[in-house]
């Protein structure tokens, strides 16, 4: 085989892509953990009235609120940044299997409410859960796809979360909510449905071929795991074949890429600073501080139904993401990454004029919130189609089997911390620069639309070699101060 062949990708084309053990190995990873993290990124959005007034009486101070919000963000930190450590060591299946207990604990502390510390300890506990799920998840689901539709399933991981997310608005508008006294307990009980899923499914679906050939060097292993997941032998032994052709025409031993190398290796920290970047551009686009603080943006803008409006912007993260998925293979990442970025920033700026408009004048520009909530609406759609899902997938395609999963704990920490940051300073921000949070959000997103334009490279059915001697050809342009 010649080096335009990635160790993730062996084959161009093969019959039958679909199947049915690849459709339930894919579902129960996205719902197990995808959907999990997005329910949980969005349950808190319409539920912080009913926490403090009618869970805890009142008892729950700025601080200890902004705390809970932020919970999700500390535990999955801590959680993105074992992920990759922990799925090379025990494997992928392994891995989604154990990450169950600390979200069935942080489940069941949550939904019980006996206080807002025991609460808080919950949302961490589910925060660490979901770090590590959204840094197993799109990697299992990548390496045991079939080329051919790498593209789609990779977007399946984002389109997930952005259901969750949906999900959790639905479930948490004023009319449920009031439904009964304690169905809170309800609500926040939720994510023990698709833990459940997960466990009663995943010991059935296949280990990684990737990882049992790479990380275990079970050839035998790795070709069980390809002909159950491909329902045919043949396919299955021309895929394992390529592996071993790859790594034969990459070395005479396969050597597990260590940390140290990831940083001191020129192309290979290239490569890592592109990820790390990705996933700093997805999070620090402000998208969190609009998935959370959404029903507050809406009415600082003049609009009194919030929720209504929240829930409407959830649909066009799910619809959009949806959408995206053909594009990811017909336009290419990285131009779907521009043009969502670029649009993004002009969805800014119509947003924060109009706030700032209506806050000079409430009574005489009525038509402020409508111009808010559609730069809110068209800013949701260009960030699915462009850094909503892109990261996720270039992350997965841009290292090899060797360092993919150390590079991606690190890419996944980033993701989190840049999380954490929003969360923790959005409302700050909003109540020191007001409408001028959108200017300073808008300005990190050009720095971040710069940076893809100069460094981040086209991956769009090229295989990993060839993308990794482009960032290597960039490397060597920049001395080892920059790069």
Same mark, same amino acid.
């Given at each position: ?343 993004? *920033?002009?969805?800014? /700026?119509?947003? $924060?004029? @109009?706030?700032?408009?209506?806050? +000079?004048?409430?009574? &005489? #520009?009525? %038509? ?25 997938? *270039?992350?997965?395609? /841009?290292?090899? $089997?060797? @360092?993919?999963?150390?590079?991606? +704990?690190?890419?996944? &920490? #980033?993701? %989190? ?67």
């Amino acid at each position: 085989m010649g080096s335009d062949e990635d160790v993730t990708r062996p084959l161009v084309g093969q019959p039958r892509v679909w199947t049915a053990n690849l459709v339930i190995a894919i579902s129960v990873a996205i719902i197990g953990g995808s959907l999990q993290f997005g329910f949980q990124t969005g349950c808190m959005a319409n539920t912080q009235d009913i926490l403090n007034n009618t869970a805890f009486k009142g008892h729950v101070s700025d601080l200890e609120m902004s705390l809970m919000i932020s919970g999700l963000p500390i535990g999955g930190l801590f959680g993105g940044l074992l992920a990759g450590l922990i799925a090379d060591k025990i494997g992928r299946k392994k891995c989604m299997l154990l990450n169950n207990i600390p979200i069935l604990l942080g489940t069941v502390l949550m939904s019980v409410g006996l206080n807002e510390h025991i609460f808080l300890i919950g949302r961490i506990l589910t925060g660490f859960g979901c770090g590590i799920a959204t840094g197993v998840a799109p990697m299992y689901i990548s390496e045991i796809s079939p080329v051919s539709i790498k593209g789609a399933v990779g977007v399946s991981h984002q389109f997930m979360i952005t259901f969750g997310i949906l999900l959790g608005f639905a479930m948490s508008v004023k009319q449920a909510l009031n439904w009964f006294s304690n169905y809170w307990h309800v609500y926040f009980a939720f994510p023990a449905l698709p833990a459940f899923y997960q466990l009663i499914l995943l010991p059935l679906c296949p280990e990684s071929p990737n990882w049992l050939y790479y990380n275990k060097e079970r050839e035998d292993l790795a070709r069980a795991a390809l002909t159950k997941l491909r329902k045919s032998r043949s396919v299955a032994d021309e895929e394992v074949d390529a592996m071993i052709r790859e790594r034969t025409s990459a070395s005479s031993e396969s050597v597990m890429v260590s940390y140290k190398e990831l940083f001191t290796n020129k192309t290979l920290r290239l490569t890592l600073v592109i990820g790390l970047a990705l996933q700093a551009a997805q999070q620090l686009s402000g998208i969190n501080a609009i998935l959370n603080y959404g029903p507050d943006i809406l009415k600082t803008a003049g609009m009194k139904d919030g929720d209504t409006a929240t829930g409407l912007l959830g649909s066009i993260n799910v619809l959009m993401t949806l959408i995206s998925i053909p594009l990811m293979d017909k336009m290419g990442r990285r131009s779907l990454m521009l043009l969502g970025q670029l649009l993004m *920033i002009l969805s800014y /700026i119509g947003l $924060a004029i @109009a706030q700032r408009i209506h806050d +000079s004048n409430p009574t &005489g #520009a009525s %038509w402020t919130p409508y111009v808010s909530t559609t730069t809110i609406i068209t800013f949701i759609i260009f960030f699915a189609i462009g850094p909503g899902s892109i990261p996720w997938l *270039i992350v997965a395609e /841009i290292f090899t $089997a060797e @360092a993919r999963g150390k590079a991606s +704990s690190l890419c996944v &920490g #980033a993701n %989190w911390i840049c999380n954490l940051l929003v969360v923790l300073t959005y409302d700050k921000l909003n109540k020191a620069l007001q409408p001028n949070t959108f200017f300073l959000y808008m300005g990190i997103v050009t720095f971040f639309l710069i940076f893809t334009f100069f460094f981040v490279p086209e991956t769009k059915k090229k295989q990993v070699e060839q993308i990794n001697r482009e960032i290597q050809e960039q490397a060597e342009k920049f001395p080892p101060i920059v790069f």
